[in-house]
């Protein structure tokens, strides 16, 4: 098993910036890829941003040049560094892990909040 901790969500201004974090603890040593993906009200839940344990990203058209996704391996952590944001940018942001023969690990979710 493997468990998330999210933290890092809030309310900013458009334009502003927040940073959030996912720390994986347990059976960590079989995950792969790690993901965030955010829920609007009423929306499908998308795919924001990705990283591979070897560091290969790949971000939503939408968040590109705004979006940073990195990861600390030693710490088991991914980080989304999220810059110039836009009221459309609120949602409820998950993280979520591939690790591999343990299966696929979902956090609780964060809430970040953009007002005009």
């Known amino acids: 098993q493997v468990q998330l901790v999210e933290s890092g969500g809030g309310l900013v201004q458009a334009g502003g910036s927040l940073r959030l974090s996912c720390a994986a603890s347990g059976s960590t040593d079989s995950i792969n890829v790690m993901n965030w993906y955010r829920q609007a009200p009423g929306k499908q839940r998308e795919l924001v941003a990705g990283?591979?344990?070897?560091?290969?990203?790949n971000y939503a058209d939408s968040v590109k040049g705004r979006f940073t996704i990195s990861r600390d391996n030693a710490k088991n952590t991914v980080y989304l560094q999220m810059n110039s944001l836009k009221p459309e940018d609120t949602a409820v942001y998950y993280c979520y892990v591939d690790a591999r023969w343990r299966g696929s690990f979902w956090g609780q979710g964060t809430q970040v909040t953009v007002s005009s």
């Open positions: 990283i591979t344990r070897y560091g290969s990203t």
